[in-house]
């Protein structure tokens, strides 16, 4: 099993950055898929990015895409959310979720996909 703890919380005015952490303990990450979901006051857990056990392959929801870059360094146990050029629309609570795939290609964009979950950061953007 592994756990799983997100970093990197802050308050940020819109146009500005931040960088999230999500941390693996209890086993070694590298074969785990891992995905970046958030949920804003009121509405439902959204897909952010995911990428794959061996870091080749991400995927990006289309309301992210060219402002968010997800990466990962299994040295380190850690993966990665890079968030530029941030919206007020962002503002949410981040998790992120890891589950052993199948192969070292695969990632996952449903919620339920995932296994292990941490325990989310907030996001907030001001205008």
């Known amino acids: 099993q592994v756990q799983l703890v997100e970093s990197g919380a802050g308050l940020v005015q819109a146009g500005g950055s931040l960088r999230l952490s999500c941390a693996a303990s209890?086993?070694?990450?590298?074969?785990?898929?891992v995905g970046w979901f958030r949920q804003a006051p009121g509405k439902e857990r959204e897909f952010v990015a995911a990428?794959?056990?061996?870091?080749?392959?991400?995927y990006h929801a289309n309301s992210v895409k060219g402002r968010f870059t997800i990466s990962r360094d299994n040295a380190v146990n850690t993966v990665y959310l890079r968030m530029n050029s941030l919206k007020p629309e962002d503002t949410a609570v981040y998790y992120c979720?890891?589950?052993?795939?199948?192969?070292?290609?695969?990632?996952?964009?449903?919620?339920?996909?995932?296994?292990?979950w941490g325990q989310g950061t907030q996001v907030t953007v001001s205008s």
């Open positions: 209890g086993r070694t990450f590298n074969s785990y898929a």
């Open positions: 990428i794959s056990w061996c870091g080749s392959f991400t």
């Open positions: 979720a890891a589950v052993t795939p199948p192969s070292s290609d695969s990632l996952y964009v449903g919620e339920k996909s995932y296994d292990y």
